[in-house]
């Protein structure tokens, strides 16, 4: 009895694991970042590189902080739908340009219309490191006092964004349907 | 037998080694020997999470090269091993590092290898005495099954 058993349930248990462990993606790091306060920053300003963009321009506003550069090519899919949700007026995108060449982004807003409150200039990475960043496009909603709320791992979508930031920026709770492993909010 | 087992142990330790040589940076990093010891023990303690299973070490990605700029600095600025770890986990979780912290999301990966070689013995064991029962119980059969298999 035993014999037939015990290597049944192994394969049982090992089968288990197998599928929780290769159906996640380990490109979705989850961040530790959710709850804490947004990094600081102060960089200079793609759109006239004579100011500066600071985390203090956007203080005491729920706003979004969305990484992007010119040689991601996800970034170039996700900006129609940056300047929707501009459109919207709900809440303020502060661009973070991450490790661009400063004519290119110029250039990128100007043509394809420009989505931000603001842009700072990673040219270092930097900003980026500090909001643990690995990929690009990444989307932060940060709260009034400067907490982080949400992250978005690639291009924000229509759902994500309908059913998870805003309900989110709203102060009600996100649809737990619409959260895929690339979008995490604090709980 | 021991022959073999020493030259295994040269291969590998030999392997060990080289790994510690500096792999994609052209130069070494600090002047100060014992700087770049940790700044080499650092960088492959640490997990580039744009090519996951590369070491920032050993990656050539721009994130790679960015974390290590970072380390590098932060060394030179007199931190701790630990304060530099602590900056990289708190930006990007314990997943950063190649060795991951003994945690409640992590003891079945520390104490698995340990349960299963238990449970193994356990097994092990068992059988042993078992057979070693059934052996004492029937000699003869035993015998003329082993004369006949041989």
Redesign the interface.
């Known amino acids: 009895m035993w014999r037939y058993l015990i290597p049944g349930a192994i394969f049982v248990v090992l089968i288990g694991f197998f599928v929780v462990g290769l159906s996640r993606d380990p490109a979705n790091v989850p961040s530790p970042l959710l709850g804490k306060p947004a990094p600081t920053y102060s960089l200079l300003k793609v759109e006239d590189p004579q100011l500066k963009v600071s985390n203090t321009d956007v203080a005491g506003k729920k706003h979004l902080v969305n990484v992007w550069a010119t040689w991601c090519a996800e970034c170039r899919h996700e900006h129609g739908y940056l300047l929707q949700i501009a459109s919207e007026g709900i809440a303020p995108i502060v661009g973070i340009d991450w490790k661009d060449e400063l004519p290119l982004a110029q250039q990128w807003l100007s043509q394809l219309g420009n989505p931000y409150s603001a842009t700072g200039f990673d040219v270092e990475g930097r900003t980026a490191i500090d909001f643990g960043v690995y990929g690009a496009p990444e989307t932060f909603l940060v709260d009034e006092r400067g907490i982080i709320l949400c992250k978005r791992i690639g291009a924000m979508t229509d759902a994500v964004w309908q059913r998870v930031f805003k309900p989110v920026i709203n102060n009600q709770a996100p649809d737990k349907a619409a959260m895929d492993a690339k979008t995490t909010c604090i709980s | 037998m021991y022959k073999l087992i020493a030259v295994f142990l040269l291969l590998f330790t030999s392997v060990g080694l080289s790994s510690l040589a500096w792999a994609v940076d052209s130069a070494p990093a600090f002047e100060d020997a014992q700087l770049q010891a940790r700044y080499e023990a650092l960088t492959h303690q640490l997990r580039c999470?744009?090519c996951?299973n590369e070491t920032i070490a050993d990656s050539g990605a721009?994130?790679a090269g960015?974390?290590r700029r970072?380390l590098r600095e932060q060394l030179a600025a007199g931190k701790t091993d630990e304060q530099v770890l602590k900056f990289m986990?708190?930006?990007?979780?314990a997943?950063v590092l190649y060795k991951p912290p003994f945690e409640q999301r992590t003891w079945l990966l520390w104490l698995g290898p340990a349960l299963f070689l238990l449970i193994g013995a356990f097994a092990a064991v068992r059988i042993v005495l078992q057979r070693a029962r059934l052996a004492a119980q029937q000699p003869e059969d035993d015998e003329k099954e082993q004369s006949e298999t041989a």
């Not at chain 2, 986990?89 to 979780?93: A, E, I, M, Q």
């Open positions: 999470l744009v996951q721009t994130l960015d974390l970072e986990t708190d930006r990007y979780g997943f």
